[in-house]
């Protein structure tokens, strides 16, 4: 048995291919990272605009109603009020717009 020569062990998985599977091990896990922060940023953006359009929702609709109460209090004590239109022209509540 002295006499034999012992065989090298052959890896089962040779060292280059070793290395690319390390690396695109590590670029996945990087990339997943950067795919986690993008989405993480994109819902706050979201929550952001949804705050946004909620408040402006809000605003838009008390000055709705505040024009409303007014022309009812005017028409109460018999006077007339003219609505101001978003694009800034004055009407009459039976006037139409050929705009």
């Not at 819902?43 to 605009?49: E, P």
């Not at 838009?60 to 101001?84: C, D, P, S």
Request: glycine share 4%.
């Amino acid at each position: 048995m002295e006499g034999v020569q012992e065989k090298k062990k052959v890896p089962a998985v040779p060292e280059t291919l070793k290395k690319k599977q390390r690396n695109f091990a590590e670029l996945k896990i990087k990339r997943l990272r950067k795919k986690f922060a993008q989405k993480m940023l994109r819902k706050a953006r979201r929550k952001l605009i949804y705050e946004k359009a909620k408040h402006y929702h809000k605003e838009y609709r008390q000055m709705y109603r505040t024009e409303i109460r007014m022309a009812r209090m005017a028409r109460k004590a018999g006077n007339f009020m003219y609505l101001q239109n978003p694009n800034g022209h004055l009407s009459s509540g039976s006037e139409v717009s050929m705009e």
